[in-house]
């Protein structure tokens, strides 16, 4: 009996060791392809040391999910030409949407991050049923036009203007939008596919990671109409158990302050938002800096002094959160897309003249500042784990 069992022990051993040499040989490949353009079947036996039947067995497989395609053959020097694969990155795709107050996005990215289309709707926002069943009709179209191309769609991530529970299914602080408590079953009541909450500045901060795989301990400060902040620690966003970390927001500048939208006074929201630049007097950001860098135009010295007093509160803010997490520090939104090199190293200059410690070394340098950033970075939220899958960790930020 026992002999028995021994021998069934080892038969099963075997068979696991067996099942995940597979696994590992297609990630190898998937791997392989999802980084390069193409690759022959013979590039691929070099690269990878594999023999020809497991290369041909795993493009085979991976052609039949529509993860591989065979693509042109490649010229000869002799011979039959050679055919090429390549990695079919719309074999899928993720759904990123942002709900703002008088306009919502939906974009849609495929397996690399890019965007392949994107839908923006001028609805107002409002806690009714009747606004998220119009958001969720557009959401389910567009995820079944996708499908119907073959590009199904893996799920949608809503990027939110507010604080979400750590299990991604509820808002716990929405003063912005006032929708405190809202749920994600409510949200995304008329959709068909998996879905879930994220901060925005979180959600820019992913899609930060994903194109630049260098970043490694950052503060990441988005400013905008609403600043928001985000950590990032050992190459991984931490949001903390509370989902709360980064909110350089609500940090307090000035004491007994300007009053913010959370209710408290003082807050760095206030003192580096959008409209403290703007405040009345200028119509836009774009007119804003353009009377700032033109020293002849008639609301230059009012921007000047404007600024000045922006670019200090921001060094405060800054310098008290490297107090706390001293880490490069990364800026981005709508705001840091008008900030050129110079007001760069003016404010790097000012965090450190505010540091007990005086200067150190750190990077102060511009996000990637892409279009609908959060929206990208939300729909990561399902692309990152399903590469992560397909081809191993070390894809996951590709």
Known sequence: MGSQQGTTRTALTRQSSSAAIKRHNRSLIADYLYRHDYATMLALEHALALSRPTVRANLLALQREGLVSRGERLASTGGRKAQAYAFAPSAHTALGVRLHRHHSVICAIDLHGSVLAKRTLDLDYANADAFF?????AVQNFAEQLAGSGSPALGVAFSMQGLVSA???????????????????????SIELPCLLIHDSDASAMAELWSND??????????????????????????????RNGT???????????????????????????????????????????????????????????????????????????????????????????????????????????????????????????????????????????????????????
């Open 133 to 137: 069943q119009r958001i969720g009709a």
């Open 167 to 189: 299990d991604a299914r509820s808002i716990t602080f929405g003063n912005i939008l006032g929708n405190t408590g809202l749920s994600l079953d409510t949200i995304a009541q």
């Open 214 to 243: 260098g970043v490694r301990d950052a503060l990441c400060v988005y400013l905008g109409a609403r600043p928001g902040g985000a950590v990032v620690i050992d190459g991984t966003l931490r949001q903390g158990r509370t989902r």
């Open 248 to 398: 350089i927001e609500h940090m307090t500048l000035v004491p007994g302050g300007r009053p913010c939208y959370c209710g408290q006074r003082g807050c760095m929201d206030p003192y580096c938002s959008c409209e403290r630049l703007t405040e009345g007097d200028f119509a836009d950001l774009p007119e804003f800096f353009a009377a700032l860098r033109d020293g002849n135009a008639p609301g230059n010295a009012l921007a000047r002094s404007r600024f000045d007093a922006w670019i200090g509160y921001l060094a405060q803010a800054i310098a008290n959160a490297r107090t706390v997490l001293c880490a490069d520090v990364i800026l981005g939104g709508e705001l840091a897309q008008h900030l050129n090199d110079e007001d760069l190293r003016e404010l790097k200059s000012r965090i450190d003249g505010l540091s007990a410690f005086g200067a150190d070394e750190y990077a102060l340098r511009f996000s990637i500042c892409a279009p609908d950033q959060d929206v990208i970075g939300a729909a990561l939220r399902y692309v990152e784990p399903f590469v992560a899958r397909l081809c191993g960790q070390a894809s996951a930020r590709a």
